[in-house]
């Protein structure tokens, strides 16, 4: 079984930043996309961002300009760079990776609280 571990959140003046970190336990597994989603209370859990191995990324329009998704390969590490963050994204935090083999996995979720 292959556990994802996230790190970084915490609370954030609004128009801070904070930079999340999310790696699986293996490094041995190839994986294909990875991605972060985010979940306010009393609401569905929705995409942040996606990265493809090549790089490729894809973004809510709520977040394009302010959030860079990245990623080391080697590591087997997606990062979240959120910058001009807003009140209304204090939210649990999800990354989800692709794994060959195990498909789909999440995370255990990191709390991001946006607030003076």
């Known amino acids: 079984q292959v556990q994802l571990v996230e790190t970084g959140g915490g609370l954030v003046q609004p128009g801070g930043s904070l930079r999340l970190s999310c790696a699986a336990s293996?490094?041995?597994?190839?994986?294909?996309?990875m991605g972060w989603y985010r979940q306010a209370p009393g609401k569905e859990r929705e995409l942040v961002g996606i990265?493809?191995?090549?790089?490729?990324?894809n973004y809510a329009d709520s977040v394009k300009g302010r959030f860079t998704i990245s990623r080391d390969n080697g590591k087997n590490t997606v990062y979240l760079q959120m910058n001009s963050l807003k009140p209304e994204e204090t939210a649990v935090y999800y990354c989800?990776?692709?794994?060959?083999?195990?498909?789909?996995?999440w995370g255990q979720g990191t709390q991001v609280t946006v607030s003076s």
């Open positions: 989800n990776m692709n794994i060959v083999y195990f498909g789909e996995t």
């Open positions: 293996t490094t041995i597994y190839r994986i294909n996309d």
């Open positions: 990265i493809g191995r090549t790089g490729r990324t």
